[in-house]
């Protein structure tokens, strides 16, 4: 880890870093709370489309809870940047910034987009070589196509995450246009090939703790592409315990994301360090 930048944030660091792995050269985001409350275990929190680790950084104010309960946050990138491929930036919704955190089988994303495999190993690997985490306790969490990224790595390695959570996840993206658009072009036309990114799918084997996800009612995206409902339902029915909570006047911005973190953070530190409250 190469450390671009190291700031002082409510008793911790804020620190900004590089490194590489198999999709190129990534930056990463990695609060670090007070020293005397290191080594500690690390929350990671994958980010929705478009966004940099910066987003999350600046707009969520994790650092003041973080700091208190004694938690690293780990923001990584949504995508590769400098692969240079043909057309990664030609829509908002496939390419640079929008990942969708799978391991691309499809020329010529296969290339670099190795997104699941950096989130779910290489980048953990490299957190606790870098920063005084407790080597192998951590939890994830997301929002929107990260969201979808948290619940996937959860449920499909659960002995890797304590607890998972989410704000606003594409819950299904075999079933919603993002998610097709996604999978076709990093997976293909084999929509079998899907299954192991859709958590509705995944879901038929539960994880051990209650997964916890905040939906906002007035989220612009909520009946077409992110279907909370059908994760619900499939949930229920192979015994997931989920606490689903719905939000009247809330968007899919960071306000909201701001306004319930600290629930999430929560959450995950009772699952980590047994703590109440």
Known sequence: MDILKDQKSFGG??????????????EVSVYLPPEDKLPAPAVYFLSGLTCTPENFTAKAGAQRIASELGLIVVAPDTSPRGAHIEGQDASYDFGAG???YV???EAPWSSQYSMYTYIQHELPIAIDAAFETRHGERS????????????VCG????????SISAFSPICAPSQVPWGKKAFTGYLGTDESAWRRYDATELVQRPH??????DQGLDDEFLAEQLKPELFEAASQKHGQPLELRKHAGYDHSYYFIASFLEDHLRHHARHLLGVVG
């Open 98 to 100: 929008a990942s969708f």
């Open 155 to 162: 449920l499909r390695e659960p002995d890797a995450w304590h």
């Open 103 to 105: 391991d691309a089988t």
């Open 140 to 151: 994830i969490m997301g929002h929107s196509m990260g969201g979808h990224g948290a619940l």
């Open 208 to 213: 051990r703790a209650k997964i916890l996800i």
């Open 13 to 26: 660091r804020q620190v900004r870093a590089k490194h590489t792995a198999l999709c190129g050269s990534m």
